[in-house]
């Protein structure tokens, strides 16, 4: 809960237009309610010697609130659907993905609502194995249409939203 002062790196209270200034807020516990939804499925679509398509529907709602006074509780995540195509062919993969979040206004007298969006990925894979390790080697885009992503459960969200487009290159191994 946002206390209505605004603190520095101390803790110590400051007048509003102070550098660095951020609002304090307490956490404490309430009597809530919550209920919601969540679905998540996966489809074979196609399969043909070493080829393969799957389909993934991936959602989830919640609805939260405080029961001692009516409104809605802070950094509730709002409706979200992801569908994600994988194809594979022996060692090699590709994902695509398409994730959209609903915009949530449904938030306390004293937060913020956050917009929607919707982000694309994509990834390309090659698995193999060095003796008894297994290696994934990949390349990965993350929010390539870079959108202004500003997570409804992030503490930070008003001043530090997401990253923009990315492109990662990893290698990862299990053993």
């Known amino acids: 809960y946002n206390t209505g002062r605004l603190v520095n790196d101390d803790d110590e209270v400051v007048p509003p237009g102070t550098n660095g200034a951020l609002n304090e ?3 404490r516990g309430v009597r809530a ?3 919601g939804l969540e679905f998540d499925s996966k489809w ?15 959602g989830d709602y919640t609805h939260a609130r405080n029961m001692d006074n009516g409104q809605p509780l802070p950094r509730i995540a709002p409706l979200r659907a992801t569908l994600a195509v994988d194809y594979g062919y022996g060692p090699f993969g590709a994902r695509a993905e398409v994730q959209h979040a609903w915009a949530q206004h449904r938030v306390p007298d004293d937060d913020l609502p956050t917009g929607s969006y919707t982000k694309l ?3 390309l894979t090659y698995r193999f194995h060095v003796g008894t390790t297994n290696w994934l080697a990949y390349v990965r885009g993350d929010n ?6 500003r997570y409804a459960s992030s503490v930070v ?3 530090a939203p997401e990253g ?3 492109v990662m290159v990893g290698l990862r191994t299990t053993f």
């Open 25 to 27: 807020a307490v956490y």
């Open 33 to 35: 309610e919550f209920y």
């Open 44 to 58: 074979r679509v196609y399969q043909h010697g070493a080829h393969q398509v799957d389909v993934s529907l991936v």
């Open 121 to 123: 990925g994509l990834m």
């Open 144 to 149: 390539l249409t870079n959108q202004e992503i």
């Open 157 to 159: 969200r008003d001043i």
């Open 164 to 166: 923009g487009r990315s």
